[in-house]
């Protein structure tokens, strides 16, 4: 059995743990730290170096959405391996006395910012290839219609898919990067248009949780 200690030891990191479930607090104070720490907090959505820790911007809002559609607590666990961005863990029950069972959907997150192309290529070059393998979550930068997000209907559609496609946006026009608009699409539609806040949903006061047990993945 592997000491707790080792597994600290050799944990990875890219801003955030890699491989390890940690909680939506974590990466809300991890995000808030560099946004403190930069007079302008807007090269965190510019620079290619920081891309994970939009990627976890990103996915506190889809996380926001899924609890409150669901009614379950979930987590983020950001693979080292390329196969995919993030995985959104939620506790499912006990299977035996000595360990949990979590299960969790993987995502990819792409943005579609001001120097991307039109929404059509973009939908072309960027999430058509991935409609069927993943969720997606698309961090928007500027303002899309009503054609584009029927074109997105359309493609998920077409693909006969029971995955879905998160918007969230946009954390540029109004310079206030704690709330977002989160629009949820499906082939059969628009499941839900809200608005969330991250300073009404978590506690940016708390330091967060890193869990360091193995959790055996089991993709919904």
Known sequence: ???????IFDMKTDIFPLDRMISLETVYSTFLEYIIKEKDSSIFF???????????YFSLFVAISLDRS??????????????????????????NAQAERFSGYAFDVKEFTDFSKSFKDFISQKIIPKIS????????????YGNDIKILIDHLQKKETEAKIWLVGSPT???????????????????????????KEIDKNSKGIIYHDIIRFKKQ
């Open 133 to 144: 393998i993943y969720n997606l979550i698309i961090g928007t930068y500027k303002n899309i």
């Open 173 to 199: 026009e109004n310079k206030n990067y704690t709330i977002g608009k989160v629009t949820i699409l499906s082939k059969d539609g628009i499941v839900s248009d809200e608005e969330i806040d991250l300073n």
């Open 46 to 56: 510019r620079h290619r170096k920081y891309q994970r820790l939009r990627e976890g």
């Open 70 to 95: 669901t009614g379950k607590k979930h987590y983020l666990l950001f693979p080292s391996e390329p196969d995919n961005d993030v995985n959104f863990m939620f506790w499912t029950g006990t299977c």
């Open 1 to 7: 059995m592997i000491d707790i200690s080792e597994r």
